[in-house]
């Protein structure tokens, strides 16, 4: 089955704790995205990235970092997490702007 | 930079009804693309309809239409004979030309399907 899979569903952690939220696709993929959803503000892009090795910022980038050393797979790292940080996290994958961004089921992440 | 309007944070309807959601977006660019996502209470995000710019006709899916306005930058989506499964947050999302890089999502609206 074509899915974006992503761990954890729920994590809860505190201040300053170094976390990785995995992803990975099975879709042969080129365009991988990572986005934060908040109330009230939508789902927000933090980064993407267009190919191994390529990487570069979405509009909320701060506090976080991300690598793509294999096509499937693009971590998503808190290096020093902060309650701000509690959010909904999604992963998406892409092939074309024509098909628009496949989603992960979403991490719910609580910083204490 | 592109933004996506969504105006109607909640909307309600009963069962067997017609509902339209609006959303409005400003962009510069001529070729792009439009797109709905459905998130139902498990919060998977689900494509419902994707719509290109160049297209001047209305994307259609099952129960689920749009109206385009290219002029009027505006992108309803309109959901014939509501289900109680239709229940869920409904984002429009724009895609620009170039790379698949970056959707832009707007802030979405709550639909509750009612008995």
């Known amino acids: 089955e074509a899915q974006v899979t992503q761990n954890p569903r729920y994590l809860i952690t505190v201040t300053g704790k170094k976390l990785t939220v995995t992803c990975s696709q099975n879709?042969?993929?080129?365009?991988m995205s990572w986005y934060r959803q908040d109330p009230g503000l939508g789902l927000r892009q933090i980064y993407y990235s267009m190919n191994v090795e390529v990487t570069d910022k979405g509009d909320v980038p701060e506090g976080y970092k991300v690598s793509r050393k294999e096509k499937r797979n693009f971590p998503l790292i808190l290096e020093s997490p902060s309650p701000n940080q509690t959010s909904l996290y999604f992963c998406a994958s892409s092939s074309d702007r024509g098909h628009g961004y496949t989603f992960g089921s979403g991490t719910r992440l609580t910083v204490v | 930079a592109q933004t996506v309007t969504q105006s109607q944070p909640e909307m309600s309807v009963q069962e067997a009804e017609t509902v339209t959601l609006s959303c409005t977006y400003d962009t510069s660019e001529n070729n792009y693309y439009l797109f709905w996502y459905k998130q139902p209470p498990s919060r998977q995000m689900i494509l419902v309809i994707r719509q290109e710019a160049y297209k001047q006709q209305n994307a259609t899916e099952n129960r689920f239409s749009v109206n385009f306005q290219k002029a009027a930058k505006s992108f309803s989506l309109k959901i014939s004979d509501s289900q109680l499964g239709d229940t869920a947050m409904y984002f429009c999302a724009f895609m620009g030309p170039g790379t698949a890089s970056k959707l832009t999502f707007g802030t979405g609206t709550r639909l509750q399907v009612t008995l």
């Open positions: 879709m042969n993929h080129e365009y």
